[in-house]
């Protein structure tokens, strides 16, 4: 088993950043590559980036690249999403998942967080 739980959420206005912080506990964590998803309401959850398990390779949801960058501290077993230039439609919840390989759908997750609500205003 992998426990996560994201941290860091909040309220923002547009233009501005946010970092979350995902904490795993469990077993090892530099076995997993890790992911982070997020929902609105009424909608799906979609893939927003996903890091392996040395942090040498990363995937971008063609909404955030440029944008958000993914990344991890095997040593503190966390991962990271910096959120840059946020907008209102980057308003919703988002979880951290991890898989044993990188991956960008949600089947290939194994193991989910309870979620941190990101709101940008306008």
């Known amino acids: 088993q992998v426990q996560l739980v994201e941290s860091g959420g909040g309220l923002v206005q547009a233009g501005g950043s946010l970092r979350l912080s995902c904490a795993a506990s469990?077993?090892?964590?530099?076995?997993?590559?890790l992911g982070w998803f997020r929902q609105a309401p009424g909608k799906e959850r979609d893939f927003v980036a996903a890091i392996n398990w040395s942090g040498g390779s990363t995937y971008y949801g063609d909404s955030v690249k440029g944008r958000f960058t993914i990344s991890r501290d095997n040593a503190k077993n966390t991962v990271y999403l910096q959120m840059n230039s946020l907008t209102p439609e980057d308003t919703a919840v988002y979880y951290c998942?991890?898989?044993?390989?990188?991956?960008?759908?949600?089947?290939?997750?194994?193991?989910w967080g309870q979620g941190t609500q990101v709101t940008v205003s306008s």
């Open positions: 469990g077993r090892t964590f530099s076995n997993y590559a």
């Open positions: 998942a991890a898989s044993r390989g990188l991956a960008k759908t949600r089947g290939q997750y194994d193991y």
